[in-house]
């Protein structure tokens, strides 16, 4: 298993940047597919991109895509989750997960797909 610490979170103008991190416990990181779900008050849990555990694939919701990056730092069990021109709707707590099989990949967004979860960073877009 893995264990998993979000930070970076705040407040930020619409149009502002941010960068979330994500602290991963666990020898055994960089075998995993990393994903970033948000949720907003009242709404359901929201998929918003993946990155396979090598960083060489990447998907993004469409809400999110040419706006959002994410990255991955395994010599350091990070993983990274760039927001640019970002958006009151943004307005989220932004949980990064790991997915539940080892070297596992693929596009679906499914919250079932992803085993560990982190305590979430609220992330607070002003416009």
């Known amino acids: 298993q893995v264990q998993l610490v979000e930070s970076g979170g705040g407040l930020v103008q619409a149009g502002g940047s941010l960068r979330l991190s994500c602290a991963a416990s666990g020898r055994t990181f960089s075998t995993y597919s990393m994903g970033w779900f948000r949720q907003a008050p009242g709404k359901e849990r929201e998929f918003v991109c993946a990155?396979?555990?090598?960083?060489?694939?990447?998907y993004y919701a469409d809400s999110v895509k040419g706006r959002f990056t994410v990255s991955r730092d395994n010599a350091n069990n990070r993983v990274y989750l760039q927001m640019n021109n970002l958006k009151p709707e943004d307005t989220a707590v932004y949980y990064c997960?790991?997915?539940?099989?080892?070297?596992?990949?693929?596009?679906?967004?499914?919250?079932?797909?992803?085993?560990?979860w982190g305590q979430g960073t609220q992330v607070t877009v002003s416009s």
């Open positions: 997960a790991a997915s539940r099989t080892p070297r596992y990949w693929n596009t679906y967004g499914r919250d079932a797909d992803f085993g560990s």
């Open positions: 990155i396979s555990w090598s960083g060489l694939s990447t």
